[in-house]
């Protein structure tokens, strides 16, 4: 016994069966590329989403940096002001620790030029001597002399003479 396959008998069922396939073929194809259309979108939306919370981000900081720049600007500004910042109390702390204790100032002129004239008393001319010492001897001090001296005629008893000092000018910056 022969056994064999009758094609011409069986073709139908086989067309039958290719077309089965073909359409189920045809139908996962469409799912997956529907599938993954839908997946592209999604994650497109999630790309979009994410872009405008870094674009917000982006705005906020755009305009603190715009705040920090305008301050910036301003600090450039007043940096020049502060560093010529003139210390006066550099200047009187100078004084003080350079004065005798028993003289005293009756006036003072001068400016951040840094000469300075100072009328002042003590009760005997060997203290002049000993004041103008003093300043010398201070490593801020350019120049020191004495002038004018004279018997005061007013109501304290001493001698009034001009103290002239140059001084350095770093003393006002420190």
């Not at 917000?56 to 940096?65: D, H, L, V």
């Not at 300043?135 to 001698?159: C, H, M, R, Y």
């Not at 001009?162 to 910056?173: A, E, P, W």
């Amino acid at each position: 016994m022969e056994i064999g396959f009758d094609w011409r008998k069986n073709l139908w069922i086989m067309g039958s069966l290719v077309l089965v396939m073909v359409i189920m073929a045809g139908e996962i194809y469409g799912t997956l590329y529907l599938w993954e259309k839908n997946e592209i979108y999604l994650k497109a939306d999630k790309l979009r989403s994410e872009t405008r919370i870094i674009d917000e981000e982006i705005n906020q900081t755009k305009s603190k940096a715009a705040e920090a720049m305008a301050f910036k600007d301003e600090l450039n500004f007043l940096t020049p002001i502060f560093n010529g910042h003139i210390y006066w109390t550099n200047f009187f702390k100078y004084l003080e620790k350079n004065t005798l204790t028993d003289v005293s100032y009756a006036s003072f002129k001068g400016d951040t030029s840094g000469n300075y004239s100072l009328q002042a008393l003590v009760k005997d001319f060997r203290a002049i001597g000993v004041q103008l010492k003093a300043f010398l001897s201070d490593p801020d001090t350019t120049t020191a002399t004495i002038a004018n001296e004279k018997i005061s005629n007013t109501d304290q008893v001493g001698v009034s003479f001009d103290l002239n000092l140059s001084i350095k000018r770093t003393l006002f910056n420190e």
